[in-house]
């Protein structure tokens, strides 16, 4: 069994700056991809950014430019370090990590007040 526990979340103003954690734990040899989900209130759930073990990154097209993926491999650590937050990034944060299957934390609420 492996667990997700995330991190860091809170009530931020705009174009301030969060940053979260997620570390996994549990029976775990490696894990592969991990990544950051949100969802806002009424709207389904939706990728923030992903990275790979390798350090390889993608991030949806809202948050590029502004919000950074990073992993420490020897802590089973994923981070995400959000800047210039907007009111419109204010959503629960969900993080996902690829352990021979696909496990997700329990959410870390970011409220970005105007």
């Known amino acids: 069994q492996v667990q997700l526990v995330e991190s860091g979340g809170g009530l931020v103003q705009a174009g301030g700056s969060l940053r979260l954690s997620c570390a996994a734990s549990?029976?775990?040899?490696?894990?592969?991809?991990m990544g950051w989900y949100r969802q806002a209130p009424g709207k389904q759930r939706e990728l923030v950014a992903r990275?790979?073990?390798?350090?390889?990154?993608n991030y949806a097209d809202s948050v590029k430019g502004r919000f950074t993926i990073s992993r420490d491999n020897a802590k089973n650590t994923v981070y995400l370090q959000m800047n210039s937050l907007k009111p419109e990034d204010t959503a629960v944060y969900f993080c996902?990590?690829?352990?021979?299957?696909?496990?997700w934390g329990q959410g870390t609420q970011v409220t970005v007040s105007s």
């Open positions: 996902n990590a690829n352990v021979i299957r696909y496990y």
């Open positions: 549990g029976n775990i040899v490696s894990v592969n991809d």
């Open positions: 990275i790979t073990r390798g350090g390889n990154t």
